[in-house]
């Protein structure tokens, strides 16, 4: 083929496709003017082109919300069915997670037991002094803390529970119990002990010396801060800071008050009162004393008046009852429980005298239940003055005149009367000698100011001892009221040896009932020098 006609075919060609070309670019231009008349064949292309990529975020966002339901529903559902304290939760620094309550109140309990010490150490100064958590009732309120624990994650809605719960498995819950205490007795310690400070408040005081009410002038100085220190108490053992560290005492400074005697009057001043008895039932109302002041009240004041002075004195004086409990008649003593009696010469007038004296201090006397006789304090002194005369007694072995002779025959009578009447002998010792006037280890001796007798109504009623000295003849009587459950009472004693210089014997008590022995014991057991 020649060239020419290989460029003929060309251009042919090339005519061929600039139609075809038209054709293309008319059908294009067809179908936008088609597209441009039918909306809905316009949009669909677009929204199709749009929906892809938003349909995948769709069903991505579906999936994990549908997972975090289902987590939560799951998460939700374990919180349900869980029976112990979740996760994260502390009671006093203690880790309690995942325990049931039962584990948890007892690991709680012990651990408080095991490290609170039995007692608390408080100072101030170089004072210390220690009280007992257990007298102050120190305990901690172990059963609320538990609940407190468990009810993490147990008290709002759902969302709220999960929300707590997830709080403490990421973050430490510590639960404080809470502590108590008894505040009174507590406040009665540091009341006390602010009493004991080096640095305490001395309040004004008085005190009675004979015939005077000594009144003492008060210092300043600090008491105890009450209610900063049980603050620092409790905090200290909520802490448990107490463990070998004692606790600063609060204090603050104070005056004592100022001395009131009016107040004081008040505080010491006593009517006397009558002794009386009555006999449905039979019962005796001993005297009492009374106190006042020997001065006014105003003569009083004007002595305290004195700023200058630590130390006033203002007299006093007793106030006597009418009827005195010696005074109450015989009536109300109706039955006679013992009596004896002594032998004595009438040709000696001082030692009669010596007894009659004596015995009328005895006279009368009434001791209620429970009281203590002491034979010194009854008849007194001795002395010349009381009208004492001399008269034979044993000194130092020899019989000799001394003051008051005579007088241990009025004990020893007694002695025996009350043993009949079977009180109790508090105290008795017996003579150097075996007396004329009763048998050995029945006398007791007394000297002013070194020996006494002493014996005690032991009964459920007042007795009264009738003492007389007439003609010769020493005599006690002790009345009373009977009881169902009183005994016959007998006196044995003898001597149980002797030597060249001492006489030994001993004494028993026996308790008689119907005519039968119920019981014997030994009085005592003496040693006597020989003549």
């Given at each position: 083929m020649s060239t020419n006609q290989i460029e003929k075919e060309l251009k042919e060609n090339n005519k061929e496709l600039e139609k075809n070309i038209k054709k293309e670019e008319i059908s294009k231009t067809t179908t936008n003017e088609q597209k441009d008349e039918s909306p809905i064949q316009e949009f669909t292309p677009v929204e199709k082109e749009k929906k892809n990529p938003l349909s995948i975020l769709g069903i991505l966002i579906f999936i994990i919300i549908t997972i975090l339901v289902i987590a939560f529903l799951i998460f939700t559902g374990y919180n349900a069915l869980n029976q112990n304290i979740v996760s994260g939760v502390h009671i006093k620094d203690v880790d309690v997670s995942n325990m049931s309550k039962f584990d948890a109140k007892y690991l709680i309990e012990t651990y408080i037991a095991n490290t609170l010490p039995q007692e608390i150490t408080l100072k101030h100064q170089d004072y210390q002094t220690t009280i007992s958590l257990s007298q102050i009732g120190v305990n901690f309120d172990v059963k609320k803390a538990i609940n407190d624990a468990y009810n993490v994650g147990r008290r709002g809605n759902l969302f709220e529970n999960n929300f707590y719960v997830l709080s403490s498995m990421f973050g430490q819950v510590n639960i404080e119990p809470t502590l108590n205490l008894d505040v009174e007795q507590l406040t009665q310690n540091l009341?006390?002990?602010?009493?004991?400070?080096?640095?305490?408040?001395?309040?004004?005081?008085?005190?009675?010396?004979?015939?005077?009410?000594?009144?003492?002038?008060?210092?300043?100085?600090?008491?105890?801060?009450?209610?900063?220190?049980?603050?620092?108490?409790?905090?200290?053992?909520?802490?448990?800071?107490?463990?070998?560290?004692?606790?600063?005492?609060?204090?603050?400074?104070?005056?004592p008050a100022a001395i009131d005697i009016e107040k004081i009057h008040v505080e010491i001043y006593k009517e006397p009162k009558d002794a009386y008895y009555t006999q449905d039932p039979f019962a005796v109302y001993p005297s009492e004393n009374g106190l006042d002041f020997n001065i006014s009240v105003d003569e009083a004041k004007n002595i305290i008046g004195d700023q200058s002075a630590e130390e006033y004195t203002i007299p006093l004086k007793t106030l006597y009852p009418n009827v005195t409990t010696n005074m109450i008649g015989t009536e109300a003593f109706p039955d006679l429980l013992s009596e004896f009696s002594t032998n004595y010469s009438v040709r000696d007038k001082d030692r009669t005298t010596n007894l009659q004296l004596a015995a009328n201090k005895i006279n009368g006397t009434v001791l209620m239940p429970g009281e203590t006789f002491s034979y010194n304090k009854v008849v007194g002194e001795r002395t010349i003055a009381a009208g004492y005369k001399e008269a034979p007694i044993y000194v130092s072995g020899e019989v000799v005149d001394g003051l008051g002779g005579g007088i241990c025959q009025i004990t020893s009578t007694l002695y025996n009367a009350v043993i009949y009447a079977n009180l109790d002998i508090v105290e008795r010792s017996n003579h150097q000698f075996v007396p004329s006037y009763v048998k050995a280890s029945r006398d007791a001796t007394v000297v002013y100011g070194a020996i006494d007798f002493k014996?005690?109504?032991?009964?459920?009623?007042?007795?009264?001892?009738?003492?007389?000295?007439?003609?010769?003849?020493?005599?006690?009587?002790?009345?009373?009221?009977?009881?169902?459950?009183?005994?016959?009472?007998?006196?044995?004693a003898y001597e149980t040896g002797r030597t060249a210089t001492a006489i030994y014997s001993e004494a028993y008590k026996i308790l008689k009932r119907d005519g039968k022995e119920v019981s014997r014991s030994l009085l005592s057991k003496d040693t006597y020098k020989r003549h």
């Open positions: 009341n006390e002990i602010s009493t004991q400070l080096p640095d305490k408040v001395v309040e004004s005081s008085y005190y009675i010396e004979d015939n005077n009410l000594i009144v003492t002038r008060g210092t300043e100085g600090n008491v105890v801060d009450i209610e900063a220190t049980i603050a620092a108490i409790e905090s200290a053992i909520s802490n448990f800071s107490i463990i070998n560290n004692p606790i600063e005492i609060a204090v603050k400074p104070q005056s014996f005690k109504n032991n009964r459920n009623y007042a007795i009264k001892i009738n003492c007389s000295v007439s003609g010769g003849i020493a005599k006690f009587q002790i009345f009373g009221l009977k009881q169902e459950d009183d005994y016959d009472v007998q006196i044995s």
